[in-house]
């Protein structure tokens, strides 16, 4: 049975026991059970009998897609809570005319009982319509950073080879700026944080080759 195995944030790999070659359509088992067609890519490592393969979903299922998934749903629980929170409004001005009166509570009078429950209802109505109102807020900030991951390319995407070989030479070009005084450095520690993110960006570009390279991909 192959199975998963991760290999850095976003990226799994799978594990065989039997080689495969490149472009090899092969079922993976999640932990749950469930088993999902996968394209094999590169070798990554052969490890105490197992096989470590790159590979892509065979329907075209990657992270961006996935991301787009989770944004949907939450736009569709946040439009839920709105319509739960504006029917709950609705209920909670059912007596508004009568209320907005200000007619006082008559303490023993027969309508006393009658009136206390409008008061209760108005508040408790109005109460779960400010609960909705805040879950439909908190899905659409949620949906809002979904979104935003599905417009990014990541090292579980073929993709990312020319995505992270563009950020390296701009983050190369950025950190040499500073360096020869040709950028405004902004504080003390703008060549640190460009240098950080230079290399951050050429090691994602090495993994990206490992991952998805043809063998005639190099990093200079």
């Known amino acids: 049975m192959n199975t998963y195995a991760k290999y850095c944030p976003n990226v799994w790999l799978a594990k065989t026991e039997t080689k495969h070659d490149k472009g090899d ?39 961006q897609e996935r991301a787009k998934n989770k944004a949907d749903k939450l736009l569709n629980a946040s439009q839920n809570a709105k319509e739960r929170s504006e ?8 007596d508004a005319e009568f209320l907005s009166l200000g007619e006082p509570i008559k303490v023993g009078h027969h309508s006393e009982k009658r009136h206390r429950a409008m008061y209760e209802n108005a508040w408790k109505q109005t109460g779960k319509a400010v609960e ?21 390319i990541d090292l579980s995407m073929p993709e990312s080879i020319e995505h992270f070989t ?6 190369a070009r950025i950190h040499e700026e500073y360096k020869n005084g040709t950028r405004k ?4 520690y703008s060549l640190t944080y460009a240098n950080k993110e230079r290399k951050e960006a050429e090691d994602n570009l090495k993994k990206a080759i490992i991952l998805w390279g043809s063998g005639e991909d190099s990093f200079q």
Do not use: C, M, P
């Open 25 to 63: 359509v092969i079922e993976v088992t999640n932990k749950y059970g469930d088993e999902k067609e996968h394209v094999v890519h590169n070798l990554i490592v052969e490890r105490n009998g197992f096989f470590y393969y790159s590979i892509t979903r065979a329907d075209g299922f990657d992270s």
């Open 166 to 171: 563009k950020l390296a030479e701009e983050k």
């Open 132 to 152: 909705e109102d805040k879950k439909a807020q908190e899905y659409e900030s949620r949906a809002e950073y979904w979104q935003d991951k599905a417009g990014k």
């Open 185 to 188: 450095r902004e504080h003390s």
């Open 87 to 94: 029917s709950y409004f609705k209920k909670s001005q059912r």
